[in-house]
Nanobody, 121 residues
Framework: QVQLVESGGGLVQAGGSLRLSCAAS????????MGWYRQVPGKERELVAA???????NYADSVKGRFTINRDNAKNTVYLQMNSLKPEDTAVYYC???????????????WGQGTQVTVSS
């Protein structure tokens, strides 16, 4: 089994910064996709940023130029550096990883428990 543990959320004023981390542990052979999603009550979960095993990245238009995603493969960890935060960034942030637990098997999707980010105006 694979577990994802997130950290780094909290309360910050508009214009401030936060760095989220998500570390995977367990039976891991490889991780291809790593991503951060966010969700507010009453809305669907949305992709914020993603990074592939070859370090290709993709960002939601609303966070381009402010957020940066990167990964440390040796630590099975993905980070989200969030700068110039806005009140509309307030949400629960979830990490997601597509993990291969054994060679020649298909990747499975795992989710973190979520971490609250609140940006005050």
């Amino acid at each position: 089994q694979v577990q994802l543990v997130e950290s780094g959320g909290g309360l910050v004023q508009a214009g401030g910064s936060l760095r989220l981390s998500c570390a995977a542990s367990g039976n891991i052979f490889a991780i291809n996709f790593m991503g951060w999603y966010r969700q507010v009550p009453g809305k669907e979960r949305e992709l914020v940023a993603a990074i592939t095993s070859s370090s290709g990245t993709n960002y939601a238009d609303s966070v381009k130029g402010r957020f940066t995603i990167n990964r440390d493969n040796a630590k099975n960890t993905v980070y989200l550096q969030m700068n110039s935060l806005k009140p509309e960034d307030t949400a629960v942030y979830y990490c997601n990883m597509h993990t291969i637990v054994e060679i020649r098997t298909l990747p499975r999707s795992y989710w973190g428990q979520g971490t609250q980010v609140t940006v005050s105006s």
